[in-house]
């Protein structure tokens, strides 16, 4: 598992949570995808409920991962403690997913084309970095971001 520092995390505020995220998990379930969207579904670590979540689905190159722009979210505490299985929904599709959490040290990459993609919607979580940043700057952000490679289970 990564050194991900566990005590960092971004609350979205009212209106993420009230209305952006519930109209990008709205629409994404009925299939229509904004920028890659998907909504996560994993079950919850306390409850065994299903969670679900819209989050950007970012591909580089044949390879697809799940970053953690906020930091140490409900979902990635459920995604590792489901031992990373689980579901991507968009419209009536539903794909099963294994999750590998990346170390800090194999973030940079991800995490700058993760930067490139959708700096306008998450660059704020950043610290200033973005997809331009040296390497170095990306290294040093990336305790505070989840990232997980995807694949078939």
Request: without cysteine.
């Amino acid at each position: 598992m990564a050194q991900t520092d566990s005590v960092h995390y971004r609350r979205p505020g009212w209106f993420t949570r009230n209305v952006m995220n519930r109209t990008v998990a709205w629409l994404t379930r009925r299939g229509v995808s904004i920028w890659g969207s998907r909504v996560l579904e994993v079950p919850g670590r306390r409850s065994g409920l299903p969670r679900q979540v819209p989050v950007n689905l970012l591909t580089v190159g044949d390879v697809r991962y799940l970053v953690a722009p906020r930091g140490n979210a409900e979902w990635v505490r459920n995604v590792r403690a489901s031992g990373g299985r689980l579901d991507l929904l968009l419209g009536r599709s539903r794909e099963h997913q294994l999750a590998t959490e990346l170390a800090d040290d194999d973030k940079a990459e991800v995490l700058r084309a993760y930067l490139r993609r959708w700096k306008a919607e998450v660059g704020v979580f950043f610290e200033g970095v973005d997809a331009d940043s040296p390497e170095s700057e990306l290294r040093r952000i990336a305790p505070r971001h989840p990232v997980f490679r995807l694949s078939a289970p």
